[in-house]
């Protein structure tokens, strides 16, 4: 069957979300932004709705099944509040959901109780790396196998809670594939910059440089145990995150600009009224639909294992960063000079809506 | 409900069955019939009248749903059903999808709006043994989309109980074989929009079945086209045009709220989805030519690669891919909403919208890539990427769904937002 409607519980899901957006990420996005700070108690509770704990099984300490799908939507609803937010409440589950998806059980077992009991707290993963051509399918990055031994060798950027996180799943490129280590805060070699990365957007987020040298970890640490994983389906999770995270972001310009219009006059009417600018707000509610539907059939082939979920995980998020940029550069041009004010919130949109471009790796579902 | 993609299955059966038509009754005459514009590709009209009779579908392309009992009982799909149907003619060939046999907008018009015994007195012809077709003249040399500025005027004759109807209507989709007598052919009929009271407004507005072979009407020519040739696009004048009282689709007297009206425009929520599969079946036609073309060439498109490592032509077929796919997804919502009766006003203008540009965009830019290959009349690329553009013009063009989208999210009347 064709079907366009998330079930009941999804739905539940969906207000309990959108009610935190609404009343808690998106009244502080501004002042956070501007403080360079995420307040812990604003993270735990958003930490409290409990999308990592649904989607870890009871085995394992947690409350349910994941579901890509169920995590699109409720990943979209909480960056329509803020996007620093979002990735901040969801960090673990960088680190999680690959382990859940990819690692041994002994890595399960071992994980995931100790990361989904109590208040949030920080694990991360390291992906990104400062170069132009950054391709997650071939890090610069690299591990090399000794035996019982790993050697990670390279400098990983924006690495989200780094400083503070207990482990950091660090992704490399093992004799041209990628693969992911679990390296502990305490590994010898293993430097976080002192200094926080500075970003066009995003600086609510605390995000550092992290570098390798020779940093050795045992082969048990290796994500899938010893003889490793599959890289695809947690990139396509990856990209879907994204995905999801860009339409959230979206929806927030597209929602201010649209209540902006109705209220804003020109020449005696409404500027809604005037079609220059009704027109630009039917095409970004259109292509937010456009890329919703592609990206909840990517989640949904990825919750049903059909073939072609990594090339369908790419259209998704490569359609959605087109997107997100053209909505939310619309959002600012309907405020007019009024949008381009930080104390307007459509600048602060647009500067994050950039970011989808190369934040890959910082949001999973 | 819950989120679901995969095809029903009697929609994924009929799609194989649907390819080979395709393949095998439009793709090898279409050339000829796009080259010898107005001849009737008498093989695929009659072809398709017997295999739709055959499959219990009298009536042409139509919504036919019969009633699920027991196990079976899952939720309608009628709608979902022909949008996939259509998709998938005009990915064999639009312009010869545009004249299956059937009772088309004319038919659609009278289910709209008619009563009981008018649905029995002109809809049951479309299961007869023979083609039969139906069209309805809306536009007017003077009011395109602008359908509340038209001309043409009904008058009853007391004495006769006739109306009588004067005016004149163009761009009239299959209206030389729904007014023309061809022997081939059942008798079919026009659904002329006229008013019965101009002071009136869109509430004066009415339809009024024409029968073919009506004296007074008269097909003054059939539109050359820069598409879309197989297909009939008649200009027509009616002059004292007699019609019996009982041929005024709905009721006589002008009220505020117009039935007749609010069902031609409910007919447009309806088909709006359905012109986007039609484009969208031209725009994977030539999606598809272009990557075939590329592979042949050895050009080899690398999914997955961040966008600084793609070359021009990847980025440009990924986008194209990005585009068609997420097009046809919110096509298939539009028609998931109307098969469960939700409101899809909104989702149906959308889908036009972007099924207008992205249709355009796709055929363009691969005649464009395909260079001398897409210019060529040798290959049916250049047809496509003729026939796509009146996917952006009819059932409303781009331009006016934009404005019923706008409307519908700011939730202004036509008068708020002009």
């Known amino acids: 069957m064709y079907s366009f409607e998330p079930n009941e519980e999804q739905q539940m899901l969906i207000d309990a979300v959108n009610k935190y957006a609404e009343n808690d990420l998106r009244a502080s996005a501004h002042e956070n932004e501007e403080n360079k700070e995420l307040p812990k108690k604003l993270i735990n509770k958003g930490w409290e709705i409990g999308l990592l704990q649904a989607s870890i099984p009871e085995s394992y300490g947690g409350f349910g099944e994941r579901n890509a799908a169920t995590n699109v939507l409720a990943l979209e609803e909480m960056a329509y509040g803020d996007l620093a937010g979002t990735l901040a409440v969801l960090t673990p589950s960088l680190f999680a959901t690959p382990i859940l998806l990819a690692g041994s059980e002994e890595q399960k077992k071992n994980y995931l109780p100790k990361i989904i009991a109590g208040e949030w707290s920080p694990y991360t993963a390291a992906l990104i790396e400062m170069s132009f051509d950054f391709d997650p399918n071939a890090l610069k990055t690299t591990a090399e196998i000794n035996q019982d031994e790993i050697t990670l060798k390279g400098e990983k950027a924006f690495v989200p809670y780094a400083k503070e996180a207990h482990e950091i799943l660090v992704y490399a490129n093992l004799n041209g594939v990628t693969q992911g280590f679990i390296v502990p805060e305490d590994s010898v070699g293993l430097s976080i910059s002192e200094e926080r990365e500075k970003l066009m957007g995003l600086n609510a987020l605390p995000m550092y440089r992290v570098k390798l040298d020779d940093v050795k970890i045992p082969v048990a640490n290796r994500l899938g145990g010893a003889s490793g994983h599959d890289f695809e389906l947690i990139l396509a999770s990856l990209r879907l995150g994204s995905a999801s995270a860009a339409l959230g972001v979206a929806k927030s310009s597209f929602e201010y600009a649209k209540n902006y219009a109705k209220e804003r006059e020109a020449f005696g009417v409404k500027i809604a009224q005037k079609q220059a600018v009704a027109f630009m707000l039917a095409e970004m509610r259109t292509e937010i639909e456009a890329m919703r539907l592609l990206t909840w059939e990517a989640a949904w082939k990825l919750d049903n294992n059909k073939e072609d979920i990594c090339v369908a995980a790419y259209l998704a998020h490569t359609g959605a960063v087109d997107m997100v940029m053209m909505v939310t550069d619309r959002g600012v041009q309907i405020y007019g000079g009024h949008g381009y004010i930080r104390e307007n919130p459509v600048e602060l949109l647009m500067r994050n809506g950039r970011g989808f471009a190369m934040l890959l790796g910082l949001a999973i579902v | ?418």
């Not at chain 2, 639009?94 to 008018?118: F, H, N, R, S, W």
């Not at chain 2, 007014?179 to 339809?207: C, N, Q």
């Not at chain 2, 994977?284 to 997955?304: D, P, Q, T, W």
């Open chain 2, 1 to 418: 409900m819950t989120i679901e993609f995969e095809a029903p299955k009697p929609i994924a059966n009929q799609q194989v069955m649907l390819k080979t038509v395709a393949e095998n009754m439009m793709r090898p005459i279409s050339r000829e019939f796009d080259e010898n514009e107005h001849d009737i590709p008498w093989s695929y009209v009659e072809f398709m009248h017997m295999a739709m009779k055959a499959a219990g579908g009298g009536g042409g392309l139509t919504v036919t749903e019969k009633p699920q009992e027991g196990d079976e009982k899952r939720p309608p799909i009628g709608y979902q059903k022909l949008a996939t149907q259509i998709e998938m003619l005009a990915w064999g060939d639009v312009g010869m999808y545009l004249i299956t046999p059937g009772g088309g907008l004319g038919a659609a018009a009278v289910a709209a709006a008619g009563t009981p015994e008018q649905k029995e007195k002109f809809l049951t012809r479309f299961n007869s043994d023979i083609p039969t077709y139906a069209a309805m003249c809306m536009t007017e040399p003077g009011a395109g989309s602008d359908t509340s500025a038209i001309r043409t005027r009904a008058v009853l004759d007391e004495k006769t109980n006739e109306w009588v109807i004067n005016g004149e209507k163009i761009f009239v989709t299959g209206g030389d074989k729904s007014f023309t007598e061809y022997e081939k052919l059942g008798k079919g009929f026009i659904v002329v929009w006229a008013s019965i009271d101009p002071t009136a407004g869109r509430a004066g507005m009415r339809a009024f079945v024409v029968e073919s072979g009506t004296a007074g009407v008269k097909i003054n020519k059939l539109e050359k086209k820069m598409g879309i040739r197989v297909s009939d696009t008649a200009a027509i004048s009616l002059v004292d045009v007699r019609v019996p009282f009982e041929n005024m689709l709905g009721s006589a007297t002008v009220e505020k709220n117009n039935t007749g009206f609010r069902g031609a425009m409910a007919t447009f929520d309806a088909t709006r989805p359905l012109v986007a599969a039609s484009g969208l079946g031209v725009a994977r036609a030539a999606l598809e030519f272009l990557k075939e073309k590329l592979e042949e060439n050895g050009v080899k498109i690398h999914y997955g690669l961040p966008r600084q490592k793609l070359s021009n032509i990847e980025r440009e077929v990924i986008d194209m891919e990005i585009m068609l796919k997420s097009a046809w997804l919110m096509t298939l919502k539009a028609v998931w909403m109307a098969d469960n009766k939700k409101s899809n006003a909104l989702e149906s203008s959308m889908s036009k919208v972007k099924a207008g540009d992205v249709t355009t965009k796709i055929t363009q830019k691969a005649v464009e890539i395909l260079g001398p290959i897409g210019y060529s009349r040798e290959f049916l690329l250049e047809k496509w990427m003729r026939d796509a553009k009146i996917t952006d013009i009819y059932e409303g063009t781009g331009q006016i769904n934009r404005l019923v989208v706008a409307r519908q999210i700011l939730g202004y009347s036509g008068k708020e937002l002009r």
